[in-house]
Each structure stands twice: as structure tokens, then as C-alpha cells.
């Protein structure tokens, strides 16, 4: 069986039939429709890589063969040539606003349809290549991505377990408030972007306390007011480890502003209001209402009530009103739960599905 290119010869004209076979049949595989209704035939079961059109035909002319072709998706593409006997100009014009890649008039000279021809297959070939090396490059740059993406996750999630080692006491923490605070997102209807990047920070918020000696984090017991002023430079530390990391997201200004307070009597700037990233007050929520539940070495456990009981009573004041009745609605209802049995090491995990978050609270939409 002869290969190569398949090109379709529309004409109810048998010599312009012969003649355009004998022209080209030495380079291409040819198939021949009379009518209009056979070539849309011929085109949907074949997919010719090119159709030679004449415009002048009964029944159904090469104007409405091609305004068919190119309202069905599956032949659309296919590049097609009008060759016909009408000359004027205003028949180019509508010929070629009708997607024609080419126009020949009749008596039309064999060399220069075979030329012609030949043009624009060679170009449809090309563009078949630039397609195929696109899509190569795009699976080529997905799996690159993923690849980054992965060792960003390890990456981040080695950093955090640095400064929990330092910390077993409150191994977990950081993952536990990412988990929450990605759940306090998702329930406001933050974007998933958006979200991954306070997950990000979220897990990140602690690092700072790498630079807080082991005597002062493990200590039992009150903790003193030098060390509490040691313990709070820990923001700052964070922010200066991470600032000349390029996130897309930025995470080193949540992590500096995640002990910060709407009324300003947050650490370590003292900033008020919206002066605070929505992301740091939604992390401050979910650090609070962890931290509060869970153990420390200075004091037991206070529990969740205790925990719901200090976001409600400081609801506006020190805590982003939105984040708080995000965050008690998540915890009240069930949806979210922290996991204190066991050290949680899946960095980018969620607890709650989005659907499970969604379900109970109207959201309010951020950009």
C-alpha cells in the first residue's frame, strides 16, 4: 500500500480531476468526492492531510463544504486549498476569512499546484513536529516540576524535624498547626495556591527555635520573663533562615508574624490590624489553638475547651475574627481533629477534606 500524504480532491468536474491525479499522484495518496456531502464524508472517516476544493459545485458548494469542515471539531484542522474557476477578489477574501490556507484559480498550471501543494504539506508536517516536540517538553518540564516539588517537600519537612529534635516534647506541632491552618483556609475559601503556602509556612513556623537553647525549650516548670524574652526571637530567626529561599508564597513573612496580635501586643514587631498577612492570621489561629490543647513542658495540657474558650474571648482582639469562627466551627463540628497519639510526619497532607470543611460554615471568598 502506497504511503505518505492523503490528499482529498473535491471537483464534479472529471478533466480538473484527471488532471490534479495525474499532478499529483506520484507523491500522495489521493481521494477523489464529487459532491460536497461525500467529501464531509470522505474528510470525517479519513482525515486527509489536505483537500483540494472547488468552489463551483451542485448541491452543495465548496463555501458550505467548508464552513461544515470547519464546525466539526474532528476536521477543523485540516488545511484545504479552494481551487476554482471565480477570479475576484471579494471570492479570495471570503475564501481565505473562511480559514483557506491557499487559493489557485483555474486554468491553473500543474507545476504550480504540485508547488503549492507540496508548500503547504511540508508546513502541516512541521507544525505535526513542533506539536509532538511541545507536548515532549511539557512532560519533560511536568516531571522536572514534580521532581522539585518533591525535593522542596523533603527539604522543608528536614528543616522542621531540625528544630522538633531540639523539641521532642512538642514533636508534631509544627504539621499539626499546618494541618489546621490549611483547614482554616480552605473553610474561609482561600485559593488552593494560597492555601499549600500557609501549609508551607505552617510547617516552617517554629524552625526559629533552633537558635533557643535545649535548657529553656525543655524546661519544667514557670518559664522566667529573660527566658520567655529568649524563647521570642524565635520569629525572627525563622524569617532570617528562610527570607533568601525564592517560595512563591511569602512564607518567611508568616513565619515572622506568626506570634503577632491584632491589637499590636504580639511579638516581635508589635504590628496592628492588616498589618498582619491574612495568612499569618489564620497560622496564628491554628498555633494558638494547638499549642493551647496540647502539653508543654511548663504546664499540662489545657484541652480543646480551653483552647476554644481563648480564641472566642480574644475573637477580634488579638485573634482575625473570620480566623477564629473558621477555626471553632472545624474543632466544634468534628471536621478537623488533631492527632496527638502519634508524631505527624506527612508534610503536605490535610486532615479534613475540603468537601468535609465546606459542608457547615458559609465561607467567605478572599482573592
Known amino acids: 500500500?502506497?504511503?505518505?500524504?492523503?490528499?482529498?480532491?473535491?471537483?464534479?468536474?472529471?478533466?480538473?480531476?484527471?488532471?490534479?491525479?495525474?499532478?499529483?499522484?506520484?507523491?500522495?495518496?489521493?481521494?477523489?468526492?464529487?459532491?460536497?456531502?461525500?467529501?464531509?464524508?470522505?474528510?470525517?472517516?479519513?482525515?486527509?492531510?489536505?483537500?483540494?476544493?472547488?468552489?463551483?459545485?451542485?448541491?452543495?458548494?465548496?463555501?458550505?463544504?467548508?464552513?461544515?469542515?470547519?464546525?466539526?471539531?474532528?476536521?477543523?484542522?485540516?488545511?484545504?486549498?479552494?481551487?476554482t474557476a471565480k477570479s475576484e477578489t471579494e471570492d479570495k477574501t471570503r475564501a481565505f476569512a473562511m480559514g483557506a490556507v491557499d487559493y489557485i484559480t483555474k486554468p491553473f498550471h500543474a507545476a504550480e499546484v504540485k508547488a503549492r501543494v507540496q508548500t503547504h504539506i511540508a508546513l502541516e508536517e512541521m507544525k505535526s513536529r513542533l506539536q509532538d516536540q511541545n507536548f515532549e517538553l511539557e512532560q519533560v518540564v511536568q516531571q522536572k516540576t514534580l521532581e522539585l516539588k518533591e525535593m522542596l517537600e523533603a527539604s522543608i519537612h528536614s528543616m522542621a524535624l531540625m528544630a522538633e529534635i531540639r523539641d521532642p516534647y512538642t514533636a508534631g506541632h509544627q504539621q499539626r498547626v499546618a494541618r489546621l491552618a490549611c483547614a482554616i483556609a480552605t473553610k474561609m475559601g482561600l485559593t488552593e495556591r494560597i492555601t499549600e503556602g500557609i501549609h508551607i509556612a505552617g510547617i516552617l513556623h517554629d524552625v526559629g527555635k533552633i537558635r533557643v537553647p535545649v535548657s529553656i525549650l525543655n524546661r519544667t516548670g514557670k518559664i522566667l520573663n529573660a527566658?520567655?524574652?529568649?524563647?521570642?526571637?524565635?520569629?525572627?530567626?525563622?524569617?532570617?533562615?528562610l527570607k533568601n529561599i525564592p517560595f512563591p508564597w511569602p512564607c518567611a513573612q508568616m513565619v515572622f508574624q506568626h506570634h503577632e496580635r491584632l491589637d499590636g501586643s504580639g511579638y516581635p514587631l508589635g504590628i496592628h490590624g492588616d498589618e498582619m498577612l491574612l495568612e499569618s492570621r489564620i497560622l496564628a489561629v491554628a498555633d494558638v489553638a494547638e499549642a493551647t490543647s496540647s502539653f508543654r513542658p511548663y504546664r499540662p495540657a489545657q484541652g480543646m475547651d480551653a483552647a476554644l474558650a481563648e480564641l472566642k474571648k480574644?475573637?477580634?482582639?488579638?485573634?482575625?475574627?473570620?480566623?477564629?469562627?473558621?477555626?471553632?466551627e472545624l474543632l466544634e463540628s468534628g471536621a478537623f481533629t488533631f492527632?496527638?497519639?502519634?508524631?505527624?510526619?506527612?508534610?503536605?497532607l490535610c486532615v479534613a477534606s475540603p468537601e468535609t470543611i465546606n459542608s457547615s460554615f458559609p465561607t467567605q471568598r478572599y482573592k
Open 1 to 83: 500500500m502506497k504511503s505518505g500524504p492523503l490528499v482529498l480532491i473535491v471537483d464534479d468536474n472529471a478533466t480538473n480531476i484527471d488532471l490534479l491525479v495525474n499532478t499529483l499522484k506520484d507523491e500522495y495518496r489521493l481521494g477523489i468526492a464529487k459532491k460536497g456531502a461525500a467529501a464531509l464524508e470522505y474528510a470525517v472517516k479519513y482525515r486527509p492531510d489536505l483537500i483540494l476544493l472547488d468552489i463551483m459545485m451542485p448541491e452543495m458548494d465548496g463555501y458550505e463544504v467548508c464552513s461544515r469542515l470547519k464546525a466539526d471539531p474532528g476536521t477543523a484542522s485540516i488545511p484545504f486549498i479552494f481551487i
Open 227 to 241: 527566658e520567655m524574652e529568649v524563647i521570642k526571637i524565635h520569629p525572627q530567626i525563622g524569617f532570617e533562615l
Open 314 to 328: 480574644h475573637r477580634g482582639i488579638y485573634y482575625d475574627p473570620d480566623a477564629v469562627d473558621a477555626c471553632v
Open 339 to 348: 492527632d496527638f497519639s502519634q508524631k505527624d510526619t506527612a508534610p503536605f
